[in-house]
């Protein structure tokens, strides 16, 4: 299964692709399997992918990393993996936001692919994104207004570029500031299908309000071959294997 020009077209256009059917109930239920049966050692956070196999699956994934390769035009490298299990009545969002924020890298390679692993919608908290705004300039940001809607980080990270160059970060969950609220779409993603995204793309996610639909998303970020990644955490990229780039 590969991207028709058109998708790829509308993923340049748009700054974002919604594609259903990415993975079997199959392949979801084995990974939901293994998440409620958690290992001690499974504690790598971002980078979890390169020691459970089950995380490394869905980051590896031949069709998946197949298309991230057609959008990428070149060969996928691994920079980190989430899932988030949105608890339903309140489980919080990410504030809107570009992961350039979080996430500095050049060339500006990075992008995601956010897989629904449940039904998902607007009141179980599901993705939103602002179509068209990757052609924007990086967005201001302030800290997020509403603590109902998006939990409150504050971390220092460690940096290193290309020349050797070392230095801290501190940084904050934050909310891009300037944006007309109009401007969101709300997805609607069911489960199986996968929503792919730029690094410059505004998106994010409200709280969970259903009484009784857990959100679950998995998200694997990564980066053309060749690109540095500014934070030392999630530099050490993994390249895909046995992508086949179409
Ligand atoms: O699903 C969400 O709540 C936000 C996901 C996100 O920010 C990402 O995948 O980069």
Same mark, same amino acid.
């Given at each position: 299964?590969?991207? $028709?020009?058109?998708?790829?077209?509308?993923?340049?256009?748009?700054?974002?692709?919604?594609?259903?059917?990415?993975?079997?109930?199959? @392949?979801?239920?084995?990974?939901?399997?293994?998440?409620?049966?958690?290992? $001690?050692?499974?504690?790598?956070? +971002?980078?979890?992918?390169?020691?459970?196999? #089950? &995380?490394?699956? +869905?980051?590896?994934?031949?069709?998946?990393?197949?298309?991230?390769?057609?959008?990428? %035009?070149?060969?996928?490298?691994?920079?980190?993996?989430? =899932?988030?299990?949105?608890?339903?009545?309140?489980?919080?969002?990410?504030?809107? #936001?570009?992961?350039?924020? =979080?996430?500095? %890298?050049?060339?500006?390679?990075? !992008?995601?692919? &956010?897989?629904?692993?449940?039904?998902?919608?607007?009141? %179980?908290?599901?993705?939103?994104?602002?179509?068209?705004?990757?052609?924007?300039?990086?967005? @201001?940001?302030?800290?997020?207004?509403?603590?109902?809607?998006?939990?409150? &980080?504050? /971390?220092? =990270?460690?940096?290193?570029?290309?020349?050797?160059?070392?230095?801290? @970060?501190? !940084?904050?969950?934050? @909310?891009?500031?300037?944006?007309? +609220?109009?401007?969101?779409?709300?997805?609607?993603?069911?489960?199986?299908?996968?929503?792919?995204?730029?690094?410059?793309?505004?998106?994010?996610?409200?709280? %969970?309000?259903?009484?009784?639909?857990?959100?679950?998303?998995?998200?694997?970020?990564?980066? /053309?071959?060749?690109? &540095?990644?500014?934070? /030392?955490?999630?530099?050490?990229?993994? +390249?895909?294997? /046995?992508?086949?780039?179409?």
């Amino acid at each position: 299964m590969t991207l $028709p020009p058109e998708q790829i077209a509308q993923y340049e256009r748009e700054g974002f692709l919604m594609v259903r059917g990415l993975l079997t109930d199959a @392949e979801i239920e084995t990974f939901l399997a293994a998440e409620r049966d958690p290992k $001690p050692q499974r504690t790598l956070g +971002l980078r979890r992918y390169t020691a459970d196999p #089950h &995380w490394r699956y +869905l980051a590896m994934h031949p069709k998946i990393s197949g298309m991230v390769a057609q959008l990428l %035009n070149g060969h996928p490298r691994i920079v980190q993996t989430m =899932y988030m299990n949105k608890q339903p009545d309140g489980g919080t969002g990410v504030a809107l #936001h570009q992961d350039v924020h =979080y996430i500095r %890298n050049e060339p500006e390679t990075l !992008m995601a692919c &956010w897989l629904a692993l449940s039904d998902t919608d607007r009141d %179980n908290g599901g993705l939103c994104v602002v179509p068209r705004s990757h052609k924007r300039p990086v967005y @201001e940001t302030a800290l997020p207004k509403d603590s109902r809607e998006h939990a409150h &980080w504050e /971390k220092v =990270y460690q940096m290193r570029g290309p020349d050797g160059q070392a230095w801290d @970060e501190p !940084m904050h969950s934050h @909310e891009v500031q300037g944006l007309d +609220l109009d401007e969101v779409v709300y997805l609607r993603v069911p489960k199986g299908g996968g929503v792919f995204f730029t690094d410059r793309t505004i998106h994010g996610s409200f709280a %969970n309000r259903s009484g009784d639909r857990p959100r679950l998303a998995f998200a694997t970020h990564y980066v /053309k071959d060749g690109t &540095w990644v500014y934070r /030392k955490d999630i530099q050490e990229t993994v +390249l895909v294997e /046995k992508c086949e780039r179409q």
